[in-house]
């Protein structure tokens, strides 16, 4: 009786919630509706490959899209031709002195930098960052802001295959982005989406390979609009096209053979400086179809997307509000537009930096340049030399420019590279040569004494055609350019470092360890070197000397996590468990998910009877690497060995799932069926592992177990 009461309260209880809740919605109905920001990047993206900045062989009705409905700026620049800086200029609204990325592969240094994700996310609203390349990893730090940062590259430990770890198709992007904002639609959301299939290499899915053949960049861009087409259509069936404000744009351009560039990042020619911008507002704001001729750059981003939504401009903000020019009026200030690039730093050539106002470019470089923009838009007539007056005035313009803000120290900048051996595999197989703090000296705003990027034009785009080749698992053709490069260059020591890696993977070590040795002999304090060196010397069973250059590597730099792991590698094999123990731990410290001190610190806490130390050291492993099957295997182990059993099954099963035809998981799912006394089932699995590995005599030996009958029926 009494349940029966107190069922009938609930029901009635639940009858007048559903009354309240359509109340509410009914209510907020009535009001506006929140204005949503999707902020769509779109990598390496020329503006003159669009139909709507008047490309007609390209066909692009949903960038088009955002033109009509909105405004598109004609002559909208990057800060940085390189993925990583400038996504920083656009998610922080600060110029790459001011936040410090350079170059790919650095992380945050001391300072933190502005962040449009944290601002929005204290108005209340919901965030979120949907990456489509390795180079925009949480790791770097780009996650400031963001509730939820959709990267998740896994470690690969071949470098072979690693260039399938470090992209994923717009389509991949869009779909986790859709799943995100239609989750919770009637939240007001930030969504940051970045995708990057434009960037090389150019390999569109079909229909678009075929139908652009012989122009395989354009078909990626064909292929990111139909994407957006899926996004555009997904908004308006929610109801949210209307009322969010988008902005596209791109990182920056790609050089096409202009200027010999065949990619970006080395100069900063408008080829790869100048970007599309088209921002369609929200509801009630009557800014159709405009074109607009003003110059912007990319820093200008965030405090315009503030003051769409109403924010109070943050201090800390380096750039200007666009909105009143998309309202129809001009800026107040008169623009003075900043670009630069360090990545020639990576190879001790010069940096470039550029100021450009109304019509003149002018470039700070050991020759520097000046070009009338307006009469030579592909800036092939260089006036510096008819022009001092004006390259005296602008070099002075940058030079206040570049120091009116806050600026990150030397050594600031020297700290923020990752210095680990995933990333520069990484950042290679996309075409990066990465940095590492040892060989990268910065002099922020000195003159610079080193050579003119210019003029190493033809050894560079032979160097990033040997890495790229490298990279798409070509050793041999990688090799011979870069022996050709290093007649050409004898100093050339990123060439030699490459050359001596491809030569040790392809098991060359004594030739590996004659090109590292000639490194160190130019370059006594260059880490990398050293800790090639020290590969090279273990895979020639030479430990002592291997330990010797790892202690020097971490003596020049004591944040290169993988020499502390390698070290770990040296005194567990020599039975000095402690010692190892404290390396792995150190590596950890500096890079949470090195894979090798994971496991093998996992592997020393099993045997050291810590298994629930070991567990969560594999469980992370497992959840950073999902798709790797002897990650599994060895969290399964571990299971195992707590007795654990369905928790064990269920990690060999993924393992098995995902590679069939490895024969541990086999044996060990056998394990488990013995312990449970399933002995029929045991026979088989061993059976099975001795048929996919007949070398496995441990499993060999269970099997003789079973027959004899040591191991007892339950
Ligand atoms: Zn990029």
Known sequence: MREHISNSLLLRWGLSLAIMATLHASCAQKKTPPTNVLLITVDTLRPDHLACYGNSKVKTPNFDRLAREGVLFQDAFCQVPLTLPSHASILSGTYPMSHGFRDQGQTQSNRKMPSLAGVLRQEGYRTA??????????????????????????????????????????????????QWIGSTPEKKFFAWIHLYDPHDPYLPPEPFKTEYQGNLYDGEIAFVDSVLGKLFALLEEKGLYDNTLIVLLSDHGEGLEEHGETYHGFFVYDSTLRIPLLVKPPRGFNSKNQIIQEQVETVDIAPTILEFLKLSPRKEIQGRSLLSTIQGKRLVSPSKLYGESYYPRQFDWSELRTLRSGKYKFIEAPKPELFDTDQDPHELRNLALEHPET??????????????????????????????????????SLGYMSGSRSNFGLKATEPSNLPDPKDKLDVYQRFQKALLASGKGDPNTAASELESVLRLDPQFTEARLLLGMIQRNQGQQSLAQKSFLAIVKQRPSHAAAHYNLALTCLFLGQRDEAEAHLRKVIEIDPAYSDAYADLGGIYQSKGRTDDAVLQYQTCLQINPLDYQALNNLAAIYLSRDSDREAVTLLERVVKANPSRFEAYNNLGSAYLKLKKFDQALVEFGRAQQLNPDYGPVQANIGLVYMAQGRIDEAKEQFTRSLRLDPADRAAREYLRMIESGSALRR
Do not use: C, H, W
């Open 391 to 428: 390259v005296k005035a602008m070099l002075g313009d940058l030079r206040q420019l570049s120091e009116r803000f806050p600026q990150e120290s030397a050594i600031d900048q020297k700290n923020s590279y990752q210095s680990n051996a995933e990333v520069r595999r990484k950042l290679s």
């Open 129 to 178: 960052a949907f990456v489509g390349s390795f180079v925009l990893d949480s790791r770097f730090g780009l996650n400031q802001g963001f509730d939820y940062y959709f990267d998740r590259f896994e470690t690969s430990l071949s470098g072979a295959k690693e260039f399938q770890n470090v992209e994923r198709p717009a389509s991949d992007v869009a779909n986790e982005a859709i």
